[in-house]
């Protein structure tokens, strides 16, 4: 047998293929985890969602409407109405900068705002 060459592994259709196909298969059933994985955390956050909903509107007796203008409200936060959640810069009491939610401190100060509540230390 000849002695193994990289460039004719990489050459011969069939092998690149194969590797392709490897990889690619490999990549699918990591996506699919993802996507399981996913699935799951959604519908948890569907359920909890509904049963604060249902608490919420029973014990402060908000009506659909209520909630609908809320959400349009909140939808507005950032100036868009996307249906995008996206925390809007605020501002620096230093230096009037806006302090992206991104980076969590001034970039032209240094300042480093106060968190908050409990959303603020979420990732966006
Ligand atoms: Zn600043």
Same mark, same amino acid.
């Given at each position: 047998?000849?002695?193994? =060459? !990289?460039?004719?592994?990489?050459?011969?259709?069939?092998?690149?293929? =194969?590797?392709?196909? !490897?990889?690619?298969?490999?990549?699918?059933?990591?996506?699919?985890?993802?996507?399981?994985?996913?699935? @799951?955390?959604?519908?948890?956050?569907?359920?909890?969602?509904?049963?604060?909903?249902?608490?919420?509107? @029973?014990?402060? @007796?908000?009506?659909?409407?209520? !909630?609908?203008k809320r959400i349009?409200?909140i939808d507005l936060?950032?100036?868009?109405? =996307?249906?995008?959640?996206?925390?809007?810069?605020?501002?620096?009491?230093?230096?009037?900068?806006?302090?992206?939610? @991104?980076?969590?401190?001034?970039?032209?100060?240094?300042?480093?705002?106060?968190?908050?509540?409990?959303?603020?230390?979420?990732?966006?």
């Amino acid at each position: 047998m000849d002695d193994f =060459d !990289l460039f004719d592994f990489f050459r011969e259709p069939n092998l690149v293929n =194969d590797f392709t196909s !490897l990889k690619q298969t490999s990549m699918n059933e990591a996506m699919e985890m993802t996507n399981s994985k996913l699935q @799951e955390r959604y519908n948890m956050l569907l359920i909890a969602t509904q049963a604060m909903w249902e608490l919420f509107s @029973e014990k402060l @007796e908000l009506s659909e409407k209520d !909630l609908a203008k809320r959400i349009i409200e909140i939808d507005l936060r950032d100036g868009k109405l =996307d249906g995008v959640y996206k925390k809007a810069p605020v501002q620096c009491p230093n230096c009037d900068a806006k302090i992206s939610r @991104e980076f969590k401190r001034c970039l032209f100060c240094g300042y480093m705002p106060k968190e908050q509540g409990v959303f603020d230390k979420m990732p966006l």
